[in-house]
Every structure is written in structure tokens, then in C-alpha cells.
């Protein structure tokens, strides 16, 4: 199985089983690299290299020696004159279209009267849909965003814009990775196109059978957005394979895509579903944040976890259908979409007794990129 690595951290194999990107910049904590199991974009600008974009008069970009994320890193000047910018143009949009801009910026020096900001704007210079003003803190990488949903059709241009007094300072900052997606949010670069992501541990690799065996899986998860790209849809984790007819093993956990409720559902050997959900939650806990998830099964129970808090117990009653046909898929599941979310500190293996609540909650305070069980997912 061939498998692939870009500059700017995609990874992707041939078989269809992983297609990731490396994420250092969203982690829980030090030491570990997160893995973002993205829908499909596109980068709708072409040419990511500023130096060849439109610059007001007196802007210089130059490409330094530093990397960031392993990409290039560009200086930008914006001098001490009224609305000077650097953009890139022509970007079409068409009635209800979600436009969504974004670049890691460095800030090092910027006017203590007007910061510089992220624009999206009517092409030559009308209306302004949306910004967001540069990171305050200097010296540190920082991603801008501004997601905007167009109405009517037009054309706008992305930049880098500052309107600042005559006499002012420069602002001085550095740039790299920008983008522009049919998103309603900024998902992981790519240079050019990126196809449905997929996290996969193959049944061969997974080492006990989710339907008779007693097994465990945790891991830490950044939900950014749901299957259907905003926050309605599902957001789960899964064990083997969807089928109409339940006649596969197919477990999963996670949010519902009916709401904002945790579910566990299985397959049964009847060829009959089981399910069981909880209380509705707060999606701004929820979403854009790091949570600790544990599920695990021993003693015909399923147990899920949350910030090493139960979130669902299921008490199995009838045997699970025993005809695993696919291993386990972290960030959606066999079939469906992808879920928008980051994953990272992998681990799955056979239960044991150590999984105590007080265990449990252990592993959640120590956040560190330890592994237990001893198998973890290596990309």
C-alpha cells in the first residue's frame, strides 16, 4: 500500500484507507500531532506565492529562508500610506455560496492605530463582506479566518489590507498557507484539491473482534464542524460496516446527526438495531474544543466516555451481529461523509480491568501523548 506525503502535511494512500492532514497547530497538548479527517475542498487560490499578487504602491513581499507547518514564509511590508494592501483577485461567487478565506500570519511590527486585516471584498474595491483584524501578539503564528455566505453573484478579491494615517509606522508582518474554500470554515491547507479524508485501522490491524471480544478505544477529538460541513450533522466514530439490512457488524458512537445528543448504536445478531442516546449538549462546549473520548465494551456494556465523564451506558441484550467486514473508522464511519474533526494520542486493544472511572478520569487530567492500550495509529 503505497502511501504519500505532501510538503504541507497531507497524507494518502492508495487504498482509500488514509487521507489526513498533520496538524501541529491544534493539539491538547505538547508532545503529539493531530490528524484532520476533513470533507473535500478546494483551494481557490491558485497561486499561493504573494510576490506574484497585486500590491499597492510602495508594498514589498519577499521570500524568506524560514518555514512554517514546512511551507514557504513570505515577509510583507505595508508602508506608512493611506490603504495600502496586497491581494490576490478574482474569485467568482454565485447566489448562497459560502466563501471562506484564511492565512497564518506572524505579526512584527503594526500600527498602534490601525492593526492590518483579512478582507473579503467586492472586486475593485466595493463592498466589504467581512474581515477579521490581525493577531495582537507579535512574534507568534496565528491563523486568520473569515467565512462569509454570498447572495446574488459576483466576483470579490482577498486581502491584506491596512487604512492607516499618513506618518504611521509600517506594518510588518509574515505570511504563508492562503486560502480560499467553498466552505463555511477553514479547514486544513491544500495546495490545489483535497478528496474526502478517511482515518481507517484495517480489521487485519485491529486485533480482536468488535462483535465477541471485550475491547477498548480512546483518543482526543476536535470536532470543527460536522458530515454536512456546519454543526447539524453527525460527528461519531465506528466499528465495522454500515448496512441497510443489519446484516453486518457495524458499531458507532458520537453526536447524532438528528441533534445535539450523544449516541451508541449496534447491530444485533437478529439482523435488529440497538440503540441508546443521551441529554441534549451545549454544542459551544462541544465544538472547537479538545475532548477526551473513551469507548469500551466488557461484560455485555458499552461505556462512553467524555472528559472523563459517562456520558452513555448501553446494556446489551441481545448478542451483537458477528460479521466484521470492516475495521474501525476514526472521524466518521464506512460510508458516510467524513466528520470535519481532529484526532490525535490514538490508542485501541483488548479491555482489561484497569479501565476504572478513576482511570479513566486519570488519563483525562494527565493529558500527555502516553498510549494505552499498546497499539496506537501511526500515519
Request: with cysteine; glycine share 6%; charged share 15%.
Amino acid at each position: 500500500m503505497a502511501q504519500h506525503n505532501t510538503d504541507y502535511g497531507l497524507v494518502y494512500d492508495d487504498e482509500g484507507k488514509i487521507c489526513v492532514t498533520k496538524r501541529t497547530d491544534i493539539i491538547p497538548f505538547s508532545g503529539v500531532t493531530s490528524y484532520a479527517v476533513e470533507t473535500a475542498t478546494t483551494n481557490l487560490i491558485t497561486d499561493i506565492n504573494p510576490i506574484n499578487w497585486r500590491k499597492s504602491d510602495g508594498v514589498t513581499v519577499e521570500l524568506t529562508t524560514g518555514k512554517y507547518m514546512n511551507m514557504p514564509v513570505y515577509k510583507v511590508t505595508l508602508p506608512e500610506t493611506r490603504s495600502s494592501y496586497i491581494s490576490y483577485d478574482s474569485i467568482d461567487y454565485t447566489d448562497g455560496m459560502w466563501l471562506t478565506a484564511s492565512v497564518y500570519i506572524k505579526p512584527v511590527q503594526y500600527s498602534p492605530t490601525r492593526r492590518p486585516s483579512l478582507y473579503l471584498r467586492e472586486y475593485n474595491f466595493g463592498t466589504v463582506y467581512t474581515s477579521q483584524l490581525f493577531p495582537t501578539a507579535m512574534n507568534t503564528w496565528s491563523r486568520m479566518e473569515v467565512p462569509f455566505q454570498f447572495s446574488g453573484t459576483g466576483t470579490i478579491h482577498v486581502l491584506l489590507y491596512t487604512n492607516i494615517a499618513t506618518n504611521d509606522i509600517p506594518n510588518i508582518f509574515y505570511m504563508t498557507m492562503p486560502q480560499v474554500e467553498n466552505k463555511p470554515f477553514a479547514s486544513s491547507f491544500v495546495n490545489g484539491s483535497r478528496p474526502n479524508g478517511r482515518l481507517v485501522v484495517p480489521l487485519e490491524k485491529l486485533g480482536f473482534n468488535p462483535a465477541t471480544d471485550d475491547w477498548v478505544i480512546h483518543y482526543w477529538k476536535y470536532p470543527v464542524a460536522t458530515s454536512n460541513d456546519v454543526l447539524t450533522g453527525s460527528s461519531i466514530c465506528s466499528l465495522g460496516q454500515s448496512s441497510g439490512s443489519e446484516d453486518k457488524t457495524y458499531i458507532y458512537w458520537g453526536k447524532s446527526d438528528q441533534g445535539n445528543y450523544f449516541i451508541i448504536r449496534v447491530t444485533n445478531s437478529d439482523n435488529t438495531a440497538g440503540a441508546v442516546s443521551g441529554a441534549n449538549f451545549d454544542p459551544d462546549w462541544y465544538f472547537r474544543n479538545w475532548h477526551h473520548e473513551v469507548i469500551l465494551k466488557h461484560d455485555g456494556v458499552i461505556e462512553y466516555w467524555i472528559d472523563g465523564v459517562q456520558r452513555l451506558v448501553f446494556a446489551l441484550d441481545k448478542p451483537l451481529m458477528n460479521n466484521t467486514t470492516f475495521g474501525l473508522t476514526l472521524g466518521g464511519n464506512s460510508s458516510r461523509q467524513p466528520n470535519n474533526a481532529y484526532l490525535t494520542n490514538i490508542c485501541y486493544g483488548l479491555y482489561t480491568d484497569q479501565w476504572t472511572p478513576e482511570y479513566i478520569q486519570e488519563i483525562y487530567q494527565q493529558r500527555n501523548g502516553f498510549f494505552v492500550p499498546p497499539k496506537a495509529v501511526i500515519v
